[in-house]
């Protein structure tokens, strides 16, 4: 089972460069999320998706742009990188039954913006 | 605002004693509360989690209590392990179904 995989897992970018981090779940999920965790922080959210089509911000939207085609796949896009940006990235996705509430994450995504 | 807290980044515990981690939240809306364990270099991956309309869950050598008076959870771990040493997230659901995750308790289970 893959689950939930992320691409690239590591990029070092250049300021002002522009990139997309790939994500793609095979679950059939309805819910998908990007997080971002800085050293020493919690998981923060960028944005999510409850459905194909539909994308909402979350707590930390600023500098990223994402888009929700199909059931699978999530990309979230850096349009301008800054340095503000270095983080390591992690795609989420939950199906919409369960009793759980249980995200399944990808491997993870280092991006270093220098 | 951080609305879910971990107010230990680190704790250490003897293999075989109780390990017990916690966290306070402060949005009464949260409908579901989760405990992520998080190995480096990997994603986190999902331990236990509670409904807020219970008190108590057990799964194994993990229970998870929560205390909604308090807006307090806590994971308590029955015998330790030295496996059990990462970094443990408490995470929070809202009606939304946005995730809202602490800033991580590392845990060491010393052999």
């Known amino acids: 089972n893959a689950g939930v995989t992320q691409t690239p897992k590591f990029r070092i970018l250049k300021i002002g460069q522009s990139m997309t981090l790939q994500c793609t779940q095979d679950?059939?999920?309805?819910?998908m999320y990007w997080y971002r965790q800085d050293p020493g922080m919690g998981l923060k959210l960028i944005y999510y998706?409850?459905?194909?089509?539909?994308?909402d911000k979350g707590e930390v939207p600023n500098g990223y742009n994402v888009s929700r085609s199909t059931t699978e796949d999530f990309p979230l896009r850096l349009e301008l990188a800054a340095p503000s940006q270095t983080s390591v990235y992690f795609c989420?996705?939950?199906?919409?039954?369960?009793?759980?509430?249980?995200?399944?994450f990808g491997e993870g995504s280092r991006l270093t913006v220098l | 605002d951080q609305q879910v807290k971990q107010n230990s980044p680190s704790l250490s515990v003897q293999e075989g004693r109780i390990s017990i981690l916690n966290c306070d939240y402060t949005?009464?809306?949260?409908?579901?509360f989760l405990w992520y364990k998080k190995y480096p270099a990997e994603g986190p991956t999902f331990l236990i989690s509670?409904?807020?309309?219970?008190d108590k869950n057990e799964d194994g050598r993990f229970t998870v209590f929560l205390n909604k008076s308090a807006k307090h959870l806590s994971l308590h771990i029955v015998p330790s392990q030295p496996g059990d040493s990462a970094v443990y997230f408490c995470?929070?659901?809202?009606?939304?179904?946005?995730?809202?995750f602490g800033t991580g308790t590392s845990l060491t289970v010393i052999p």
């Open positions: 989420a996705s939950r199906g919409r039954g369960g009793n759980t509430g249980e995200l399944f």
């Open positions: 679950m059939n999920h309805n819910y």
């Open positions: 998706s409850v459905g194909a089509g539909i994308t």
């Open positions: 949005n009464s809306m949260f409908d579901y």
């Open positions: 509670i409904s807020s309309i219970k």
């Open positions: 995470a929070a659901r809202n009606t939304g179904n946005q995730f809202y």
